[in-house]
């Protein structure tokens, strides 16, 4: 059974970088044919996918937080992690790692999600 | 980018009622929708995957149909644990992944 779990710090300040890992259990980083991504929903509101990296490290954004948004893999760890740069009270949200299937680019397993707090 | 527009965004049922929820992409996914249903608190769960295919475990009252532009998620015969949020997904195009706003399935 696969299992994903979110890390790191629950507030972050103003124009700070928010730093994110997931940890992976039950399978492979490394044995391909999924999008490890990174999902966000603001409080009370609907989900936004930020981006994802694939095993091989090339990655893909989405182009509204493009600029400020880098994922990274570390395979050796079975890990993969966000990086949002400059972040305001808008980015106050519940982060969401997942695992997307090649097959049917849909997200079938999820972390359980961690509230990430912007404010001095 | 591709917008993904949910009817009704609120749904009044009771226990044993069929219930449909429908999504439409503002251009054509052909097939590449997903359904999701969520609770508070907890992270989305994946019901359907490609417009019509079952993920393994979810129980066969759940079902989804369409494709390009209208989806629809049809819940046979709605059960207690079913009142939650729902959320359909598109894949396709720029920026990949965009989801629905939700529609809440509450207690009649």
């Known amino acids: 059974q696969v299992q994903l779990q979110e890390s790191g710090p629950g507030l972050v300040k103003p124009s700070q970088t928010l730093s994110l890992t997931c940890t992976v259990s039950g399978g492979s980083i490394s044995s391909g044919g999924y999008y490890w991504s990174w999902i966000r929903q603001h409080p009370g509101k609907g989900l936004e996918w930020i981006g994802y990296i694939y095993y091989s490290g090339s990655t893909y954004y989405n182009p509204s937080l493009k600029s400020r948004v880098t994922i990274s893999v570390d395979t050796s760890k079975n890990q993969f992690s966000l990086k949002l740069s400059s972040v305001t009270a808008a980015d106050t949200a519940v982060y969401y790692c997942?695992?997307?299937?090649?097959?049917?680019?849909?997200?079938?397993?999820w972390g359980q999600g961690t509230l990430v707090t912007v404010s001095s | 980018d591709i917008q993904m527009t949910q009817s009704p965004s609120t749904l009044s049922a009771s226990v044993g009622d069929r219930v449909t929820i429908t999504c439409r992409a503002s251009?054509?996914?052909?097939?590449?929708l997903a359904w999701y249903q969520q609770k508070p608190g907890k992270a989305p769960k994946l019901l359907i995957y490609k417009a019509s295919s079952l993920e393994s475990g979810v129980p066969s009252r759940f079902s989804g149909s369409g494709s390009g532009t209208e989806f629809t998620l049809t819940i046979s015969s709605l059960q207690p644990d079913d009142f939650a949020t729902y959320y359909c997904?598109?894949?396709?195009?720029?920026?990949?992944?965009?989801f629905g706003q939700g529609t809440k399935v509450e207690i009649k």
């Open positions: 251009q054509s996914i052909s097939s590449w």
């Open positions: 997942a695992r997307g299937e090649v097959y049917s680019n849909a997200f079938d397993y």
């Open positions: 997904q598109q894949y396709n195009s720029y920026p990949l992944w965009t």
